[in-house]
């Protein structure tokens, strides 16, 4: 697997670090270093780029601004010595967000997020391309969207080629990315499977999962804290809540408060 990749930093030193973390990553090959977004355009008009890390700060045009105008966007890392950015990095749909300055574990987790989303990409591409055959009988739809055994301890969800077992109690959140979901568990993989948002929050138990935002929902069990918008659960995975869903995720919490 060869990942590849952009890095984007108008300071020189900080644009060698990344240039050198790129290169500790075997499924990372570096495209190019760029010292600013217009270099980086002219790239990306005619190299094949499947990530980009990029600080935000930078003359001209900042890395947002960047972003927010590509049209096919690949999997994107904010890397930027301004923690105030971050939720807007995470609206244009950014991976990770790289605190500066950061070490090379650091740069290796942000990898490692890269890498999965980055086989999630393809696995919705050869999905597409080489659809489930459905078994005599069977309605087409149906055996896209009606999940069997929600209400069991374990799930068994179509992943590609694959046929995975879920843990219900392990899942974290899960998020609608179009016609697909990707369910988020603890010590495993994302999981993407062809299934709508609405058809799994119909069959999980309604006392540990809540829809929190269009595009989510969470296992309200493995919550470790609520920053601002944002509901956590590890150092590396949170959501944000949708301005519709304040309401009912305050009730809960209302419940739990220490009074």
Same mark, same amino acid.
């Given at each position: 697997m060869n990942i590849r990749c952009l890095v984007i930093d108008d300071e020189p030193l900080a644009l060698q670090q990344l240039v050198s973390y790129v290169g500790k990553i075997p499924y990372l090959e570096l495209v190019k270093a760029c010292s600013g977004p217009t270099e980086a355009m002219d790239i990306m008009a005619s190299e094949k780029v499947d990530a980009i890390f990029t600080d935000i700060e930078m003359p001209d045009i900042n890395g947002l601004e960047y972003i927010r105008s590509l049209k096919d966007k690949p999997i994107i890392v904010f890397v930027t010595a301004y923690a105030n950015f971050a939720v807007e990095g995470f609206q244009v749909d950014a991976t990770d967000y790289l605190l500066k300055p950061f070490s090379l574990t650091d740069f290796m987790r942000s990898a490692e997020k890269v890498k999965q989303q980055y086989e999630l990409r393809n696995?919705?591409?050869?999905?597409?391309?080489?659809?489930?055959?459905?078994?005599?009988?069977?309605?087409?739809?149906?055996?896209? /969207?009606?999940?069997?055994?929600w209400d069991s301890?374990? &799930? @068994?969800?179509?992943?590609? %080629?694959?046929?995975?077992?879920?843990?219900?109690?392990?899942?974290q959140y899960i998020e609608s990315r179009k016609e697909y979901v990707v369910i988020f568990s603890e010590n495993s993989i994302p999981v993407m499977t062809l299934f709508s948002l609405k058809s799994i929050e119909e069959r999980l138990p309604q006392e540990t999962f809540m829809r929190v935002h269009r595009s989510f929902?969470?296992?309200?069990? /493995?919550?470790?804290?609520?920053?601002?918008?944002?509901? &956590? @659960?590890?150092?590396?995975? %949170?959501?944000?809540?949708?301005?519709?869903?304040?309401k009912d995720f305050q009730n809960f919490l209302n419940q739990y408060f220490l009074k």
């Open positions: 696995a919705a591409s050869v999905s597409k391309d080489r659809p489930d055959e459905v078994e005599e009988g069977e309605d087409e739809e149906s055996s896209k /969207k009606t999940p069997s055994g301890e374990y &799930v @068994f969800v179509r992943a590609d %080629s694959r046929t995975v077992r879920l843990r219900i109690s392990d899942i929902i969470v296992n309200l069990t /493995k919550i470790t804290e609520v920053v601002q918008n944002r509901i &956590v @659960f590890s150092k590396d995975a %949170s959501v944000p809540i949708g301005d519709q869903y304040k």
